[in-house]
């Protein structure tokens, strides 16, 4: 994965913010993109995509509502109106897995990072802005290193 650039901005900061402050409320999250949108607007607008485990029992419609209403309460309305979708992926699903797996490292809130990657083209994506990735095997491999430590 080719992290092109960290970007910043006061939106990007806001979302971390929002993001940490669900993480803290809700749970982490597996994966947390912002996708240019499709529109042709002046201002920008982003497709916003979400996978958590803590969202995984939950269908669909209670899923995008549930981080919908947590944005909401959470960010500027200048900020939320940005948002122009919400998407959920499961976390077992297939861009979910080869995205986070490509990392070496978790990318946890704090940094915005404008990424390009195989796993994106994959998927019909060019680049995306990464605020959270978590790799499923680096959580594996942290629990196996503590319990063989024992």
């Known amino acids: 994965m080719a992290f092109t650039t960290v970007v ?3 939106f990007y ?9 669900i993480a803290n409320q809700r749970g982490p999250f597996t994966l947390v993109m912002l996708l240019p949108s499709d529109s042709n607007t002046s201002d920008s607008q982003w ?3 979400f996978s958590a485990k803590w969202l995984d029992p939950l269908s669909l419609r209670e899923a995008v509502k549930s981080i919908s209403d947590e944005l909401k309460g959470t960010l500027p309305d200048g900020a939320f109106a940005k948002i122009q979708r919400v998407s959920i992926l499961r976390t077992t699903e297939s861009f979910v897995r080869e995205v986070t797996s490509d990392l070496t490292i ?4 704090g940094t915005a990072y404008r990424v390009q990657s195989f796993a994106f083209s994959r998927f019909g994506v060019d680049e995306a802005i990464i605020l ?3 790799p499923p095997s680096q959580a594996h491999a ?3 290193k503590v319990h063989n430590s024992r």
């Open 8 to 10: 910043s901005g006061q």
């Open 47 to 49: 497709n916003a995509v």
């Open 106 to 109: 978790p990318i946890a809130p």
């Open 142 to 144: 942290q629990g196996s």
């Open 132 to 134: 959270v990735a978590d």
């Open 13 to 21: 900061e806001q979302m971390i913010g929002a993001i940490r402050q």
